[in-house]
């Protein structure tokens, strides 16, 4: 008869989830206050707070998944930028230090041919002591004179050449140098800015984490406290059909039924019978509960269209959600594969019940249902048609 849905709702922002959580918490400190003699609504009622606990927390904890995972792709992101960043300092690194090797090997070449040119420049100097009539006198010709001179000042102007083509070349690898210095200082800096980046995103990511787990503990906490009123309210039900000789027959408000069958297990061709609460269904129902097995009974024994309920799948939110999500609309003379409705009133709120319409006799409907008396379980019985809410859903 209960239906749990795992629909998010609406959540904060992340930057709130801390100051959910204790809420949450505060919450779910007061105690579930039980009496011994408790109606069915008033378990129903504990059920319904709980499960909208659960709802919101998991809701939460859903939003701060996602928020987790995409801010880690952020972070795995940033760590490759960084790596290529760092790629690129390497390269510009490498660069540099060779610039830096080849103006060291130049300078070392201009000091030789400078020592070199020293030398020369002081035996020009020695020999320049001597007049050119000495140097003709000791020369064995005039033509031996002449390549003297000329050897002379061939060294010198080579030696010279030499040396401003080595100082231009460490004009230019001093230039070269500079650039590139000054590109290794910008990805110097754009890589402890990526590095800034990714250490903040990543202490969002840690938090956003830590907030997902409390959360998903209050989702635990709370399915525990579910589970256990559930299992009172089952106790309940079965106190009442022990009480009325075995439950056969009885009026909730204004609902009667007879010749109930009892409960027969995973009876009326139903498929998803797992443990009770245990699977969705494809109507976003979970499954064994009425609204799940009157869903599946619809199209697969009627042939009617219905469409997912989308989290409003309680059978008292049917008579608005089943019009909204399936184009079922209400009728008022029962024919089979109507859909039956009971309201929140009785031993039915909050929640409400439903069934299906298997044939009609009068003013009395057969019908066919899953989990009345909250067992989870088969079942069939006759209804008067009142006190209930009929809803006919369009052919598929």
């Not at 080595?166 to 140098?177: C, E, G, V």
């Not at 008022?332 to 299906?356: K, N």
Request: hydrophobic share 35%.
């Amino acid at each position: 008869m209960k239906l749990r849905t795992t629909t998010p709702a609406s959540t904060s922002l992340a930057t709130k989830s801390v100051l959910v959580i204790v809420s949450l918490l505060m919450v779910l400190a007061a105690p579930l206050q039980i009496a011994q003699n408790a109606f069915a609504d008033k378990y129903d009622d504990q059920i319904n707070t709980i499960q909208q606990q659960i709802t919101a927390a998991q809701a939460q904890a859903n939003q701060l998944a996602s928020q987790a995972t995409t801010l880690q792709a952020a972070v795995d992101q940033l760590n490759a930028q960084i790596a290529t960043a760092q790629g690129q300092i390497n390269l510009s690194q490498a660069q540099y230090d060779k610039l830096t090797a080849q103006i060291a090997e130049t300078q070392q070449k201009i000091k030789d041919n400078q020592d070199a040119l020293g030398e020369t420049i002081a035996d020009l100097y020695v020999d320049g002591q001597i007049t050119p009539l000495e140097m003709l006198a000791s020369s064995k010709n005039i033509s031996d004179y002449l390549d003297k001179e000329t050897y002379r000042n061939s060294v010198r102007d080579q030696l010279t050449s030499a040396i401003n083509q080595i100082k231009d070349l460490k004009t230019q690898l001093d230039k070269q140098q500079a650039d590139v210095k000054v590109v290794l200082d910008r990805q110097t800096a754009e890589k402890a800015s990526l590095a800034a980046t990714q250490a903040q995103q990543a202490d969002l990511l840690n938090q956003t984490q830590n907030n997902e787990a409390a959360y998903q503990q209050i989702v635990s906490s709370n399915k525990q406290k579910l589970s256990d009123v559930a299992a009172q309210q089952r106790a309940y039900y079965q106190s009442l059909i022990r009480s009325s000789g075995g439950g056969g027959s009885g009026v909730v408000g204004s609902f009667q039924y007879s010749n109930w069958s009892g409960n027969q297990g995973c009876g009326g061709g139903y498929p998803y019978c797992q443990a009770l609460d245990s699977t969705i269904d494809p109507w976003a129902l979970y499954n064994r509960e009425c609204v799940s097995y009157v869903a599946w009974a619809l199209v697969n024994k009627y042939h009617r269209h219905v469409g997912s309920f989308s989290g409003q799948g309680n059978a008292y939110q049917w008579p608005s959600s089943a019009p909204e999500f399936s184009g079922a609309t209400r009728v008022y003379s029962p024919q089979p594969g109507d859909a039956v409705i009971l309201p929140q009133s009785g031993s039915f709120a909050p929640i409400g019940h439903a069934m299906i319409v298997d044939s009609v006799s009068g003013d009395t409907m057969h019908v066919s249902q899953y989990n009345f008396y909250g067992t989870g379980e088969y079942s069939t019985m006759d209804i008067k048609n009142s006190g209930v809410i009929l809803l006919r859903f369009p052919p598929a």
